[in-house]
């Protein structure tokens, strides 16, 4: 299709609507993806070569350290993995001395998860050069930019995070 023609002809005047596209370069979420992919590609070598970990790992363990205690199932449903990837990640990560479980008082069937002292550590090793390396990103843009880049993921995040939950829990039945 051009991409001067509207996709839709009776779109609602009072939400905003997506720019015209041309290709997929043009789709929000393929440059979304695209920013995230790029600052992986970027992360899984720092953290790699710094800290010996992979940016799936950090990711468990900054949510864990965050959250915690936090039961298994809503670090899966934080990060949007499944729970089969989350177990042998929480097992490499105990096993390293980083993490530990512990029987969820409230439900007998699953366990709540925290850092240990050396994870806590790494943590905070590790939050400090990220943010660091954030640092050099946001750099680009001005403070209001940056506050509003903030608000908008802030309005987009919970809504993403809503249909991504629907659509794998729709997967299921």
């Known amino acids: 299709m051009p991409s001067n023609q509207p996709l839709l002809d009776d ?3 009072n939400v905003a609507h997506h720019p015209r596209i041309g290709d997929i370069r043009d789709l929000l979420t393929f440059r979304v ?3 995230g992919a790029a600052g992986d590609r970027i992360g899984q070598q ?4 710094e800290f010996g970990f992979r940016i799936v790992e950090w990711r468990v363990l900054g949510i864990i350290a965050a959250l ?3 039961r298994f199932f809503e670090v899966a449903r934080t990060l949007l993995i499944d729970k089969g990837q989350l177990s042998r990640i929480v097992n490499l990560l105990t096993k390293k001395g ?24 790494i943590h905070r090793r590790i939050l400090r050069r990220a943010f660091e390396r954030n640092q050099l990103v946001v750099s680009a843009l001005t403070p209001g ?3 509003t880049l903030f608000s908008l993921l802030d309005k987009l995040q919970p809504l993403m995070s809503h249909r991504a939950t629907r659509t794998a829990g729709e997967a299921e039945t």
Do not use: K, N, S, Y
């Open 11 to 13: 779109l609602d005047e």
């Open 33 to 35: 993806a695209m920013l």
């Open 68 to 70: 915690q205690p936090v």
């Open 98 to 121: 980083f993490v530990e479980g512990t029987p969820d008082p409230d439900d007998q069937r699953t366990i709540r998860l925290c850092t240990t002292d050396a994870g806590a550590e």
């Open 145 to 147: 930019e940056l506050e």
């Open 46 to 49: 720092w953290l790699g070569t």
